[in-house]
């Protein structure tokens, strides 16, 4: 068997392979045997049908099992002799027989790339101290007060800072409304009766609160904002908008007080403490979780900046395609229109490749990682690990692991585990160094 591996760039290569006829006739004679003494053919005993008729009659199915069989055995050669990481062999491309009996065949490689790592043990990695702050804990009692709080009206002085004000308004852009400059809903921006803004920098627009500031019940007043750059609605970017406003009422929360009744309204027989150190506990786990987090975002983050290589486009593109849909599919769960999201399409592709490549090459890593460190994964971790999912799932474990094995996910799933481990070796073996500067993230 004559291989040729011609290796190109962006992990790509072409195999070529020329299979001598001896071989060809050979396991062609093999499958014809087989076929012989299984074959029902009517007319005829099994096992007694002439080889002719055999080989007439089932021409397709032994040459296509005789083609599976060259082939498989082409591609392991080709992993043997070249020492090639393959990702998919693709499908093998113009089978030619040639006079003499023998057959040549190409396919289309994708190879892994070749991962050179740097030094990955003791990554330096800075994260905030696992204890939560005492102020933290009581701006959650404070949340728990807001929630049972009661609202009476403000009269004799115009609205401030931290009251609740009650409005309508309307909003246009270049003095049409805003629903037909864009041509399509704008949603709350086009406008809202009674619509309760706390007035609070955070709250609806940034900018708009601190302009509602000063006015008395039944004012009205043009409120203009300019929208910033990265604002989700793309035609809306950096544009001003005018809200008609009138304010119809304004507010005060009125918060119970903080003690075992309230914590009683809240989850009956629980005192204030109890549900102090509940909060406090839950605080605790959220705070290491994304403690946690930090460490593999950091570490990730420092190998992408240390090492470089190139990856295969087909699969940069299938990753892109997922990560896009996964920004879609938040889109619409935030609310977010077709329109809205159509709009940004050319955003959402740049920020899916970039996602894409930033995965693709930090899933490389660890796998090498854990080539060299020998972590694998057991049949018995990714039994128990499927058993887990259908337990989640209330689904009988036997018949689940049985449909993921069908559907051909097992191997996937196995590498999701690895590089769980890989991460969890890492995470391990870095040095972590708590500050108390250092703000507490998702990401």
Known sequence: ??????KQPKCVATLRVEIPAEKVQGQRSQIVTKYLSKARVPGFRPGKA?????EKRFDKEISEELNDQLF??????????EELKVLDFGAPEDLTTLPDGSLSFVSKLTLAPDVQLPDYKGVTVTVP?????EEEVQAQLTALQERFADFKDIEGRPAAMADFAVIDYTST???QPTEEFLGKSAGYLSGREAFWVRLDEKAFLPGFAAQLVGMNANESREITLTLPEDFPVADLQNRELVF??????????????LNDELAGRLAPGRTLIEITAIIRENMQSDRLRKINDMKVNQIVAHFNQQVDFELPEELVTQETQTQADAMVQRGVQSGMSADEIESQQAEIFASAGHQAVSNLRTNFILQEIARVEQIVVTDAE???HLARVAQSRKLASKKFIKDMQRAGRLPSVRSSILIGKAIDFLVENAIVAESQEMPLTEE
């Not at 101290?129 to 702050?133: E, H, K, N, R, S």
């Open 1 to 6: 068997m004559n291989i040729v591996v011609e």
């Open 50 to 54: 002439p080889r002719a008729i055999i």
């Open 72 to 81: 498989n055995e082409a591609f392991d050669e080709a992993l043997k002799q």
């Open 129 to 133: 101290p696992l204890d939560v702050p």
């Open 173 to 175: 852009v270049d003095g």
């Open 244 to 257: 008609s406003t009138t304010l119809k009422e304004i507010k005060e929360a009125v918060l119970p007080e």
């Open 382 to 384: 990714l039994v128990n």
